[in-house]
């Protein structure tokens, strides 16, 4: 016998219907030149950023935003072969790949395949602990 035998679902399964914020992290790490002139540039080898994004969802007829499962669906299979252990400098857009250009594309790429009713409120992407940058849905509408 468990201590949840007892439970039975609720009369009500949602408290409220509102839009909620919804954030998740993912790590990678790659391979990087990044150029202050045509002739001036630094490589980062082994480099790992950290990525942090905001999501606006819904609460749906259960009280539940959209899952989990279906946002790092789109990570793993839209943005992590592209970025985690490669070159990005061949796999990105032609781009100076910095970390602004970075999170700008991961914007449009994470856009491109959410599900319906989810949208972007922020990335945040660093390229230290302690330095990185931010777009908006406010900055991103400009």
Known sequence: ???????QPPKHFAR???TLIVT????FTSDNRIYFSNTEHVDLENHTYTLEVELWSKTDEHGMAVDFKAI???YREHLEPLLDGQLIN???PDM??????IAHWIWLRFNEYLPEGVSLNTI???ETPEQGIKLTRN???Q
């Open 124 to 126: 945040a992407l660093y």
């Open 16 to 18: 409220h219907h509102k």
């Open 96 to 101: 100076n790949t910095t970390v602004e250009n």
């Open 90 to 92: 061949d796999t990105l």
């Open 139 to 141: 900055i991103m509408a």
């Open 72 to 74: 790092d669906k789109v």
């Open 24 to 27: 998740t992290r993912y790590q």
């Open 1 to 7: 016998m468990s201590k949840f035998d007892h439970v």
